[in-house]
């Protein structure tokens, strides 16, 4: 199949698309557009942009000297464009990729039956490709049954990935997680994801959601994706500080801000004992998102470290909300869960206030 020709127009909705929120100049833009696709012209983008204007699909205002271009989501017809562009780099994507779209497709039809599924993108597919996995990210309409459609698709998401020898982590979040994370302040895997994706299902329904979230707030993505196990020391002590857990001894300054799932994974992968027992604390102390987590387990391979946590947690102190990602993340553990020393959890617990 020959490649679909990327046209100026495309190639500005596409990096437009990657920098949601970023306060892009025209300037800017072109260069961002001669980084991914290895040439661009200013004058070109320029005259492509305001065509885009005239047409009320793009916005500038001046900022200063430079013009910041943003989409235009009073125009319906943006949502239109925004989801062309997801198919052409779909098509492109796929093209060489056989056996991709051979498990694409019969993934489309076991998910079939879950109408409530809104949108399925794919998270960095030319990296994640090349290492034989897949990154799913998963938005789901609003409904009573949220929890049980979530281990549903983690359970056929399972099947699928033994089926076919291919490693694949699902994010899976309603609308309200959804437009509450991609607004955050907090640095958190869904403003990292747009940086490279596609969205290979129902691009229309992602991008409607988009317009309605901007319609409301602004959307606050993040080009560069975090390492857990690579966050600074002084942003770890911070964040911990944030959630409740002040360790003796360590200055407190103001730093990053990383949702609470992020953090907790940074711990799991530091091996440090006393830090592991701090998880219990933060996740007594705070409301969590029990997916955003069980996607960080599945991609950073620590649900057994978690599981073990929480069981003793749940022994310590039961809530429902415990006991469904103990359900969670079961459902594609790969080895028995590590045992945590409860009596030394319990007494932490006390220390920090989280039970009595």
Known sequence: ??????????????????????????????????EKYGAAYYSNIYKQIKELENKGLLTT???????????????????????QMEIENKINFLKDKKELLIVLSSMTK?????????????????????????????LLRKMIDYKDVTSELYTRMRELQDQYNLKIDSLILNEDDFSSLIRSNEINPLREAFAKKITIFCPQAFWSQIKEISEESEIKTIEIETKPNNILETDLIYNLNRFGYREF?????????????????????????????????????????SNLLAFLCQKYRTTSKLLGLLKSLQNIKPNDKIRDTISLLEIFKEEQETPADEESIRRNMRLYNAIR
């Not at 990327?6 to 260069?31: A, K, M, V, W």
Request: charged content about 25%; some cysteine.
């Open 110 to 138: 076991i998910l079939d039956d879950i109408c409530s599924i809104k949108s399925i993108t794919s998270i960095n597919p030319e990296k994640n490709s090349e290492l034989n996995r897949l990154e799913l990210l998963f």
């Open 249 to 289: 001894g360590n200055r407190i300054s103001q730093a990053n801000k990383y949702c609470i799932e992020y953090i907790i994974t940074s711990l799991l992968l530091s091996n440090d004992a006393r830090r592991l027992e701090a998880i219990p604390i933060i996740l007594a102390k705070n409301n969590f998102r």
């Open 61 to 83: 205002a001046f900022c200063g000297k430079s013009s910041i271009v943003k989409p235009n989501f009073d125009n319906e017809l943006i949502v239109e464009l925004f989801a």
């Open 1 to 34: 199949m020959e490649k679909i020709i990327e046209t100026p127009i495309h190639r500005i909705l596409d990096t437009i698309s990657s920098h949601l929120g970023e306060p892009l100049s025209i300037n800017q833009l072109t260069e961002k557009i001669k």
